[in-house]
Nanobody, 120 residues
Framework: QVQLVESGGGLVQAGGSLRLSCAAS??????????MGWYRQAPGKQRELVAD???????NYADSVKGRFTISRENAKNTVYLQMNSLKPEDTAVYYC????????????WGQGTQVTVSS
């Protein structure tokens, strides 16, 4: 069973920075063989993709975070990161880590989420 554990969330003032981490507990380097993503869900809104990084290290960002957020992976630590700079109040949400694989063996794992609150 794979567990994804997010950390690094908290309360920060607008303009500040946070770095989220997602550590995968698995017998294999799940991060290196998965497409990894960060999603967020604000109260009353649907969960949305923030950023993802493919197994080939291609990255993709939501327009709202381009130039401010950076996703990266550290395969040796089975961890993926989300560096968030120039935070805005509208970035306030629960942030979730996702590990997915569409080819065999297929899977789709989610973390429990970490709260990010940006005050104005």
């Amino acid at each position: 069973q794979v567990q994804l554990v997010e950390s690094g969330g908290g309360l920060v003032q607008a303009g500040g920075s946070l770095r989220l981490s997602c550590a995968a507990s698995a017998s294999v380097s799940i991060v290196s063989i998965s497409d990894m993503g960060w999603y967020r869900q604000a109260p009353g809104k649907q969960r949305e993709l923030v950023a993802d990084i493919s197994r080939g290290n291609n990255t993709n960002y939501a327009d709202s975070v381009k130039g401010r957020f950076t996703i990266s992976r550290e395969n040796a630590k089975n961890t993926v990161y989300l560096q968030m700079n120039s935070l805005k109040p509208e970035d306030t949400a629960v942030y979730y880590c996702n590990a997915a694989r569409k080819s065999f063996p297929r899977y789709n794992y989610w973390g429990q989420g970490t709260q990010v609150t940006v005050s104005s």
